[in-house]
């Protein structure tokens, strides 16, 4: 992971180092979000808030015909989620069940790699930028602890290899704005992540908790547990090419049209009797 992460940086910092007429940016962002699981067979679940955000990112910005610009982000993000393992059931006037659950939130730290790639448009003489994002996701989950809501029984989470999966990938989309001002680009982001491999092994590698401590509270391990998360960041970029981007000045060649030759032909024809 260490390697990786070293490449990565060295990645950023070279493409961050090209010629000041290069078409890109070099930024940072920081920021707050809310994230769940999407638990197989249906669980009771609900958001889990306030975690954390921060990184690094990329852009390239092309030509007007290829629509926009592509980059790379490198983030820290914490993540998780709250279950509803336990509850105590009253009935109303109707007859209703009524359920109370208890919550076992589980929080984690993931290194996230988003492969990005953002249309966007001018406003304002080049002073706004709006953008779209979609991006496939590649992410290292770490760390991290535990509650229980009813007893307050709270801990360090303990990984184990066979039992939970530190490795997901994913899809992620989202938009925001940016303010330009010289050579700087100031905006907010909204980001949904949108998680595909599972948190944890599914019954088939991994079935009960008998030999787990209180990290675990599941009886049998679902079948999915992919991670979801919706972040919303404020940006901050800087622009290496000082004149401004080439996609600003770009203007499509004008066809020649004084040499093209028109040629009408019309054809009659006559009938006689």
């Known amino acids: 992971m260490k390697k990786i992460l070293r490449l990565t940086f060295i990645l950023l910092f070279a493409l961050a180092g090209f010629s000041a007429r290069a078409q890109h940016t070099f930024g940072v962002s920081g920021g707050l979000g809310s994230s769940t699981a999407r638990f197989y067979p249906q669980q009771e679940m609900k958001m889990l808030l306030g975690g954390t955000n921060f990184g690094l990112s990329w852009r390239y910005y092309s030509l007007p015909r290829y629509v926009g610009a592509i980059?790379?982000?490198?983030?820290?993000?914490?993540?998780?989620?709250?279950?509803?393992?336990?509850?105590?059931?009253?009935?109303?006037?109707?007859?209703?069940?009524?359920?109370?659950?208890?919550?076992?939130?589980?929080?984690?730290?993931?290194?996230?790699?988003?492969?990005?790639?953002?249309?966007?448009?001018?406003?304002?003489?080049?002073?706004?930028?709006?953008?779209l994002e979609a991006a496939l996701t590649f992410s290292y989950n770490f760390g991290g602890d535990y509650e229980y809501e009813d007893t307050g029984l709270k801990g360090d989470y303990d990984w184990r290899l066979e039992r939970d999966n530190r490795w997901n990938y994913g899809l992620a989309g989202g938009g925001g704005f940016a303010l330009l001002f010289g050579r700087y680009e100031l905006g907010v982001r909204a980001r949904y992540y949108f998680g595909y491999a599972d948190l944890m092994r599914n019954m088939n590698k991994y079935y009960d908790n008998a030999t787990d401590g209180a990290e675990n509270p599941f009886r049998s391990t679902p079948l999915r547990s992919p991670l979801d998360n919706i972040n919303i960041s404020v940006t901050l970029a800087f622009r290496f090419n000082k004149d401004g981007f080439t996609e600003w000045f770009y203007k499509p060649p004008k066809r020649d049209r004084s040499n093209r030759e028109f040629r009408y032909q019309q054809g009659t024809s006559t009938s006689g009797s």
């Open 71 to 131: 980059g790379v982000d490198l983030e820290y993000m914490q993540r998780g989620f709250s279950f509803g393992y336990s509850y105590s059931a009253t009935t109303n006037d109707k007859g209703e069940e009524i359920r109370d659950y208890n919550f076992y939130t589980r929080r984690l730290n993931s290194i996230m790699l988003p492969l990005v790639w953002q249309p966007h448009v001018y406003l304002a003489k080049h002073h706004v930028r709006l953008y």
